[in-house]
């Protein structure tokens, strides 16, 4: 593929995942704002709690292999075979864990009705072998429409079957059912989308090439996870489950936006300087264009989410998820630094460095970990503990930024250079926007009259001041519609 045709096929995959990230956040959080008013912060609790064994499976069931075969320079289709029997067979051993392990677990955290709900759920891991692998493909392909079908029509079926079990009095379960036939359907739809099924073939060979490279962000993927969850497990337990439910609310809502947004690019950003890895300009073009695109896009959505949070969340989910406001306002500023870690972290693994990321990984889970066990055993604060996410998230924005002034010539000095114009434009835009308060009445006008402000602030001054991510966006989006 020559740089024209990467060039094309990066922007026309960047906008297949945009707008499937897009479609995804959108119908998500309207579902989880029905699911929110339906359930109660206990139920959110305890699927936070469950989410935990699911996850960690995930991680160690992919073992770094799907990036490695995004990654690879020539993969064949025995090779695709070979990573699944891998991950098939690792998803059985850990849904067995998680299915006799589920007594425990509920015993541990005093809710005897975890038990089925969990072995239910576990049934992600199994699913996720198959679909980790169509992701691959897809990936490696820049075949992102692809993911856009699959991902809307999981998200739109998945949400129905919810809402309904949540409707007729499930409970829990009607949590357990979303999350299920969300992965399941993703699937069944990639599994007609995508020409590939799994073969009967194993060459040993590649698969200790494929975890040689794989194995590091295995490490990697269980620290990053363990450590997320670990926090989950010690508020579901030194605290409560309707705590865990308030700060899990708060985290959700940033995160599914910064996901939306810094998601859509950092996959295609992947695939593209792993075509490119070996000429270090084009690299550091393209690692920049997506920091500068992606903190563009994420810092104000952040900003005017953390503005606009104390009226819309009594507004929309009820006067019961109020005290999730503050959690929700931390995670904004947590996950606007999304952006710089993961842009570089992507570069790292673009350019086959798992050896790197790996030992980044340790180093930032080290100084969480000490965090989260002083705030939570020692301050006995959850607030502060939440709150301390701030200054290690700060911190890390370094580490990762780090080793890429070596690897690929781009210095964190340089990145803190072309993130500030939109950090500054978002405070100013802010600001404005917060003026609002003093002259609208009633939520529904204060909400809408804020983003108003905000939205003609940033705008008007990234135009004003031809801001540079502004201007290419704008080319970006004229060459989408003249198509």
């Given at each position: 593929?020559?740089?024209n045709?990467?060039?094309?096929?990066?922007?026309?995959?960047?906008?297949?995942?945009?707008?499937?990230?897009?479609g995804n956040?959108?119908?998500?959080?309207?579902?989880?704002?029905?699911?929110?008013?339906?359930?109660?912060?206990?139920?959110?609790?305890?699927?936070?709690?469950?989410?935990?064994?699911?996850?960690?499976?995930?991680?160690?069931?992919?073992s770094?292999?799907n990036?490695?075969?995004?990654q690879?320079?020539?993969?064949?289709?025995?090779?695709?075979?070979?990573?699944f029997?891998?991950?098939?067979?690792?998803?059985?051993?850990?849904?067995?864990?998680?299915?006799?392990?589920?007594?425990?677990?509920?015993?541990?955290?005093?809710?005897?009705?975890?038990?089925?709900?969990?072995?239910g759920?576990g049934?992600?891991?199994?699913i996720?072998?198959?679909?980790?692998?169509?992701?691959?493909?897809?990936?490696?392909?820049?075949?992102?429409?692809?993911?856009?079908?699959?991902?809307?029509?999981?998200?739109?079926?998945?949400?129905?079957?919810?809402?309904?079990?949540?409707?007729f009095?499930?409970?829990?379960?009607?949590?357990v059912v979303?999350?299920?036939?969300?992965?399941?359907?993703?699937?069944?739809?990639?599994?007609f989308e995508?020409?590939?099924?799994?073969?009967?073939?194993?060459?040993?060979?590649?698969?200790?090439?494929?975890?040689?490279?794989?194995?590091?962000?295995?490490?990697?993927?269980?620290?990053?996870?363990?450590?997320?969850?670990?926090?989950?497990?010690?508020?579901?337990?030194?605290?409560?489950?309707?705590?865990?439910?308030?700060?899990?609310?708060?985290?959700?809502?940033?995160?599914a936006?910064?996901?939306?947004?810094?998601?859509?690019?950092?996959?295609?950003?992947?695939?593209?300087?792993?075509?490119?890895?070996?000429?270090?300009?084009?690299?550091?073009?393209?690692?920049?264009?997506?920091?500068?695109?992606?903190?563009y896009?994420?810092f104000?959505?952040?900003?005017?989410?953390?503005?606009?949070?104390?009226?819309?969340?009594?507004?929309?989910?009820?006067?019961?998820?109020?005290?999730?406001?503050p959690?929700?306002?931390?995670?904004?500023?947590?996950?606007a630094?999304?952006?710089?870690?993961?842009?570089n972290?992507?570069?790292?693994?673009?350019?086959?460095?798992?050896?790197?990321f790996?030992?980044?990984?340790i180093?930032?889970?080290?100084?969480?970990l000490?965090?989260?066990?002083?705030?939570?055993?020692?301050?006995?604060?959850?607030?502060?503990?939440?709150?301390?996410?701030?200054?290690?998230?700060?911190?890390?924005?370094?580490?990762?930024?780090?080793?890429?002034?070596?690897?690929i010539g781009?210095?964190?000095?340089?990145?803190?250079?072309?993130?500030?114009?939109?950090?500054v434009?978002?405070?100013?835009?802010?600001?404005?926007?917060?003026?609002?308060?003093?002259?609208?009445?009633?939520?529904?006008i204060?909400?809408?009259?804020?983003?108003?402000?905000?939205?003609?602030?940033?705008?008007g001054?990234?135009?004003?001041f031809?801001?540079?991510?502004?201007?290419?966006?704008?080319?970006?989006?004229?060459?989408?519609?003249?198509?």
């Open positions: 593929m020559d740089n045709e990467l060039k094309t096929a990066t922007v026309s995959s960047l906008l297949w995942k945009l707008m499937e990230r897009g956040a959108v119908i998500q959080l309207i579902v989880q704002i029905v699911m929110a008013r339906l359930l109660a912060p206990e139920q959110f609790g305890a699927l936070a709690i469950m989410l935990v064994f699911v996850n960690v499976g995930n991680v160690i069931v992919q770094g292999l990036t490695a075969l995004v690879a320079k020539d993969v064949s289709d025995r090779d695709y075979s070979t990573v029997w891998m991950c098939a067979s690792i998803s059985v051993i850990i849904y067995l864990a998680i299915f006799f392990s589920a007594p425990a677990i509920a015993s541990f955290y005093a809710l005897p009705y975890l038990v089925w709900p969990l072995r759920i049934l992600i891991v199994v996720n072998a198959y679909n980790s692998i169509q992701i691959a493909k897809v990936t490696r392909d820049l075949q992102f429409r692809k993911i856009f079908i699959a991902t809307i029509s999981s998200v739109i079926l998945s949400a129905f079957c919810g809402i309904a079990a949540a409707v009095g499930f409970g829990l379960w009607a949590l979303q999350q299920l036939m969300y992965q399941l359907v993703n699937c069944i739809v990639l599994a995508v020409d590939w099924k799994p073969r009967l073939c194993f060459e040993l060979e590649r698969a200790k090439a494929f975890f040689s490279f794989g194995w590091r962000l295995l490490v990697s993927g269980l620290l990053a996870t363990v450590y997320q969850s670990l926090g989950n497990l010690v508020i579901g337990k030194q605290f409560s489950s309707a705590q865990l439910g308030l700060v899990s609310q708060g985290e959700k809502y940033p995160q936006v910064g996901s939306m947004l810094d998601g859509a690019i950092q996959p295609v950003m992947l695939s593209a300087v792993a075509h490119v890895q070996d000429d270090l300009s084009a690299v550091k073009r393209l690692v920049r264009r997506a920091l500068k695109t992606s903190t896009l994420i104000p959505s952040m900003t005017l989410f953390a503005v606009i949070a104390p009226v819309l969340v009594p507004a929309l989910l009820g006067d019961q998820w109020v005290s999730s406001v959690f929700l306002q931390i995670y904004c500023f947590v996950y630094l999304l952006p710089i870690h993961t842009t972290l992507q570069a790292l693994n673009g350019m086959g460095r798992s050896d790197l790996l030992r980044l990984e180093i930032k889970k080290s100084y969480g000490a965090n989260l066990l002083f705030c939570a055993f020692v301050l006995r604060d959850v607030k502060l503990l939440v709150l301390s996410y701030m200054l290690t998230g700060l911190i890390s924005t370094f580490v990762n930024a780090f080793p890429n002034k070596k690897v781009y210095s964190y000095a340089e990145q803190v250079r072309d993130i500030l114009p939109a950090c434009l978002s405070l100013a835009s802010a600001a404005l926007a917060l003026s609002v308060t003093f002259f609208a009445t009633g939520a529904l204060t909400v809408l009259g804020q983003i108003a402000v905000f939205a003609v602030a940033y705008l001054l990234s135009a004003l031809k801001v540079e991510s502004f201007t290419y966006i704008m080319s970006m989006l004229k060459k989408a519609l003249g198509r």
